[in-house]
């Protein structure tokens, strides 16, 4: 067995209150290992938002710590820049994010501030708008852009700080199935080039079929676990007010009519459901 190793970015036994509120979390512990995809599941005012928050250093644990490569993170200045080299937040509201004239100005305001060579900022700008798929909205003014568009640049502004840990609060939300697909797909590069990513949805079928952990909230706190594990657990989804994902039903289905063999992993999607009746006749 090889030795468990340190995640890059974790709350050990956080909690947290809004000031006068009641607290919104108690005694999360939650890890995110390099190159993972883990999907934070969970009602609405469940509390998905505040831990990315609390994950990416805006807001600050009152209870319990947040430790990056295993040590706790200091508060100050110091200690929030290391850790915004290394974990990124993109909020749900491209609007909240994007606050510069043009797309490339907007994304290249986190590297700038890194104080990184202008050669090496162009590079990183030109990357992030190459990874999103927005070269050619370069120059426009981002107040110009579609919904869709300002939320890739938004994520382009978080991609082009390099992070180890990439953390979208429901990037998916307001994109069209073309603009979802571009994304996963934009997120799949980025994982095979080792970047995690953590990505708050509502979306069961697309947490089934892209993440490998899921982290699910619900009153009775934070579980985590494989995604298929997890998914298919019923009383966890209704505690967290979740749909049933149809990839496991038409699993067991397909099992049932031994058209899928015991172990292997079910379709997740309808093309995939396709691909294996047209294999089955
Ligand atoms: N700035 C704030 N001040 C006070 N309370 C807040 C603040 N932001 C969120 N809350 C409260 O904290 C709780 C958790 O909210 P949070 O936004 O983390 O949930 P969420 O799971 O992201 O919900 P959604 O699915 O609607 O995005 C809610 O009860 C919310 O009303
Ligand atoms: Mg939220």
Request: charged share 25%; net charge negative; hydrophobic share 45%.
């Amino acid at each position: 067995m090889t030795a468990p190793t340190t995640p890059v970015v974790e709350l050990a036994h956080a909690g947290f209150a809004y000031e006068d509120g009641p607290e919104v979390l108690s005694d999360v512990c939650f890890a995110v290992a390099g190159g993972r995809a883990v999907a934070l599941l969970g009602r609405n005012g469940g509390g998905k938002t505040t831990l990315l928050r609390l994950l990416s250093g805006g807001l600050r644990c009152g209870a319990g710590a947040l430790l990056l490569d295993g040590a706790e993170v200091a508060y100050d200045r110091k200690g929030l820049t290391r850790l915004r080299t290394s974990v990124q937040l993109v909020v749900q509201d491209p609007d909240d994010q994007l606050f510069a004239a043009s797309v490339a100005q907007d994304v290249s305001f986190g590297p700038m501030n890194l104080g990184l060579p202008e050669e090496e900022v162009r590079l990183r700008v030109d990357g992030a708008l190459a990874a999103l798929d927005i070269t050619p909205l370069a120059d426009r003014p981002t107040h110009l852009l579609s919904y869709g568009q300002r939320k890739r640049a938004a994520i382009a502004g978080a991609v082009a700080m390099r992070p180890r840990v990439l953390v979208l609060d429901e990037p998916t939300a307001g994109l069209d199935p073309d603009g979802q697909e571009r994304l996963l797909e934009t997120l799949e590069r980025l994982r095979a080039a080792g970047t995690a990513v953590v990505m708050a949805t509502h979306d069961v079928d697309l947490a089934l079929r892209w993440a490998d952990e899921a982290a699910v909230l619900s009153p009775a706190g934070l579980r985590t676990g494989p995604v298929g594990e997890l998914l298919a657990d019923g009383a966890l989804l209704d505690a967290a007010r979740l749909r049933r994902p149809w990839a496991t039903p038409v699993a067991r289905l397909l099992r049932s009519r031994g058209l899928l063999p015991e172990g292997a992993r079910g379709p997740r999607t309808a093309e995939e459901l396709d691909a294996l009746l047209a294999r089955t006749g």
